[in-house]
């Protein structure tokens, strides 16, 4: 027998900063029965719940599963049925490569009623809090956001379009491939073209590392930086440090 308060609200947890989250995904937590949540979501978050609330962790990590995705579907509705208001707390934004709809879906195909509630994706937030825009005005006209890797571990085929663009380039789950970008990037934008590295976002040990495609890969080997991480390619990725510069001389003449 169905739960007449059966429903799943699918939050973003936003970058990874706990106090990045949306004042709506914060009243979603503060009514739920079971919170389902991710690697990439900040545990401290789970403090807005109810302490009857069940807290199940089922994160996915780069060559770690720790629940199959058709697993977590299934406990979505069991859960739902059997206990009532279901959060899917997801790590940035449900929907920017993070299957949430695929889970929203399978809820509402079993006749679970269905909340969205955005968060703010790291594609765009870690990036800015690094002093990099993706756009600005006379340097670029769009930026892109594309996996690194596919389900069957190949590279993203958009990657050589993305690479022949003069976009700025936003790469989530792109580490591991990371020879293999450089390498495709460096064909169609040279080696001098800007690019950095961000790893643990907007968190209190993130790490950072800037470079050219021709001197990356020995930076990210000697720095260790390594997933979870985005990759960041584009002439914006230079605007930091020319801002730097500036203040510099201006500071030098006055």
Same mark, same amino acid.
């Given at each position: ?11 973003? !947890? ?13 009243? !979603? ?8 949540? +991710? ?9 807005? !719940? ?11 990590? @780069? ?28 790590? #940035? ?31 765009? !937030?870690?990036? #800015? ?5 993706? /756009?600005?005005? =006379? ?7 594309? /996996? ?25 789950? =792109?580490?591991?491939?990371?020879? $293999? ?10 080696? +001098?073209? @800007? ?5 643990? #976002? ?9 470079? @050219? ?35 510099? $001389? ?5």
């Amino acid at each position: 027998m169905k739960n007449s308060e059966a429903r799943l609200s699918l939050v973003g !947890a936003g970058p990874g900063d706990s106090e990045l989250i949306t004042l709506k995904a914060v009243k !979603a937590l503060e009514t739920a029965d079971v919170i389902l949540y +991710d690697a990439l979501a900040n545990e401290a978050l789970l403090a807005y !719940a109810p302490e009857t609330a069940m807290k199940i962790f089922v994160g996915k990590s @780069a060559g770690m599963h720790y629940r199959q995705q058709k697993e977590i579907n299934r406990m979505i509705v069991n859960y739902a049925v059997s206990c009532g208001h279901v959060v899917r707390l997801k790590g #940035g934004d449900p929907y920017v490569f993070g299957r949430g709809h695929e889970e929203l879906e399978y809820a509402e195909k079993h006749g679970i009623p269905t909340t969205y509630i955005p968060g703010i994706s790291s594609a765009m !937030a870690v990036p #800015g809090l690094q002093g990099i825009p993706l /756009t600005k005005r =006379g340097v670029n006209e769009s930026f892109w956001v594309v /996996t690194g890797t596919l389900k069957d571990h190949s590279t993203a085929r958009d990657l050589y379009f993305a690479a022949q663009s003069s976009a700025t380039v936003v790469i989530l789950m =792109g580490v591991k491939k990371l020879p $293999e970008i450089v390498s495709l990037f460096k064909e169609y934008r040279g080696e +001098d073209e @800007a690019i950095c590295l961000i790893q643990n #976002g907007s968190k209190t040990n993130e790490r950072s590392l800037r470079g @050219a495609l021709h001197n990356i890969l020995s930076l990210q080997e000697e720095a260790k930086l390594a997933a979870p991480a985005i990759i960041v390619i584009g002439q914006v990725v230079r605007e930091k440090l020319l801002a730097e510069i500036q203040q510099k $001389e201006l500071a030098w003449v006055t």
